[in-house]
């Protein structure tokens, strides 16, 4: 159970990270040329690839634990 604990925030984690970055890179381009230009297939893009991130991150987490890796 604790492992599907450790994927599910792990791909949570990686999504949220994903959309902030999103974020900051428009608050860039809105300093920089003065408008605010949000596309709904570029964040949907950004969850995509968080949550792939997130999810590899998460069974490499599962993984080393199930081997015994000191410090998972």
């Known amino acids: ?9 792990s ?4 999504i949220i990270l994903a ?3 999103y974020l900051f ?3 860039i381009e809105f300093v920089m040329l003065g ?3 949000f ?8 969850l995509k ?3 792939g991130g997130g999810s590899i991150i998460g069974i490499g987490i599962i993984i080393l634990r ?3 890796v000191k410090g998972f």
């Open 39 to 46: 596309e709904l297939l570029a964040a949907w893009h950004y």
């Open 19 to 21: 959309e902030v970055a």
């Open 1 to 9: 159970m604790i492992n599907l604990l450790f994927t599910f925030f």
């Open 49 to 51: 690839v968080g949550g």
């Open 35 to 37: 408008h605010f230009n």
């Open 25 to 27: 890179l428009l608050i």
């Open 66 to 68: 199930y081997f015994g």
């Open 11 to 14: 791909i949570l984690a990686g």
